[in-house]
């Protein structure tokens, strides 16, 4: 079949099942259901965020069998950055659609005068890797998904600190506890979300989170668990978090979302204590397996998984597409 004969419109709510469908085919150890799917569609789309998004449908059944999107980053917002993602049918890869879609992205890309591409790709697909070099990408990073198996010990002596930090003014608590319902705790957790993620290795300039995409993020996600929100806190200041999401694809696992410490109180330890109740809560209530992100730019924190006992899993390459001026005559 040659990629002509797909036709491309765009992405409508109706396609979700099928796009987590595509999604859950090519990566399975990152299973996602409608109902997931759709929040993310809902989450990304949020003002002031540029999205476009079009899907293709095979000729004779009009099925959906793939998926092209251009994104720009809620923390790294620019109007001329621009994330790039294709998905196709397992079924329907090697028929040129994939070429079609990322030529397709990337004349859509440079009528909205944008200078960079960024994507990833599977590492241990290396039909996806040489597409991503041969459409010009150049590697900038790796990211893997790593796995903690919660039925065995802690490799590493990870002692309770809930005293020492206590005696530095420091309570452990849970979003649960302290009322995530109520605006006050939401405004803290959003400005100590801020204050965390300035430094977080990124593709592209930091640029805080819109209060409202935060609050969507977190309080609308169909895996919010407020009893597997933990949070350090000193006296009115919230000072470190670590939270923890069901997934509905595979229900005993957990995805570790986000870990940060407000950058004047890191070196005490506050992050490791709030993984380690984030291990005995699963533990504690039937959970398998913790599932996080990691990056080759974040050795802090990978530091922290690995003496936990996390260990790398799926690995993507990272990497991203100078446009340049647009060509003459377009």
Same mark, same amino acid.
């Given at each position: ?65 793939? *998926?092209?999107?251009? /994104? !720009?980053?809620? $923390?790294?917002? @620019?109007?001329? %950055?621009?994330?790039? #993602?294709?998905?196709? &049918? ?47 990408? *150049?590697?900038?990073? /790796? !990211?893997?998904? $790593?796995?903690? @198996?919660?039925? %065995?010990?802690?490799? #590493?002596?990870?002692? &309770? ?170």
């Amino acid at each position: 079949m040659e990629p002509e004969a797909y036709r491309l419109r765009p992405l409508e709510d109706n396609d979700v099942p099928a796009l987590a469908r595509i999604f859950t085919e090519q990566l399975p150890e990152q299973s996602m259901t409608a109902e997931e799917y759709r929040y993310i569609l809902t989450s990304l789309r949020a003002p002031p965020q540029i999205t476009y998004e079009v899907v293709a449908e095979a000729p004779e059944t009009r099925e959906v069998v793939a *998926v092209a999107e251009l /994104r !720009t980053r809620s $923390s790294a917002f @620019d109007p001329r %950055r621009f994330w790039a #993602g294709i998905l196709v &049918d397992p079924a329907h890869e090697g028929r040129g659609l994939g070429r079609r879609l990322a030529e397709h992205l990337i004349a859509e890309a440079r009528s909205r005068d944008a200078l960079c591409l960024v994507t990833d790709v599977r590492a241990d697909r290396p039909r996806h890797v040489r597409f991503f070099e041969r459409s010009g990408f *150049v590697e900038r990073r /790796r !990211t893997w998904q $790593s796995r903690l @198996d919660v039925s %065995r010990p802690t490799p #590493g002596a990870v002692s &309770d600190r809930t005293e020492a930090l206590r005696s530095e003014g420091i309570e452990c608590t849970t979003l649960a506890e302290l009322g995530s319902d109520r605006p006050e705790v939401r405004e803290r957790l959003y400005q100590l979300h801020a204050a965390a993620s300035a430094d977080v290795p990124r593709m592209g300039t930091y640029t805080p989170e819109a209060r409202e995409d935060f609050f969507q993020w977190t309080f609308a996600s169909p895996g919010f668990l407020p009893e597997a929100y933990f949070l350090a806190v000193r006296d009115d200041t919230y000072v470190g978090l670590s939270n923890l999401e069901s997934t509905r694809g595979e229900p005993g696992v957990l995805m570790q979302v986000f870990t940060g410490t407000r950058p004047e109180w890191r070196g005490r330890g506050i992050a490791t204590e709030l993984k380690r109740r984030g291990i005995e809560y699963a533990r504690t209530h039937g959970y398998r397996e913790i599932r996080t992100h990691n990056d080759t730019t974040n050795a802090p924190i990978w530091a922290i998984n690995r003496h936990l006992g996390f260990a790398k899993h799926l690995e993507f390459v990272v990497g991203d597409l100078s446009l340049g001026p647009r060509p003459p005559g377009t």
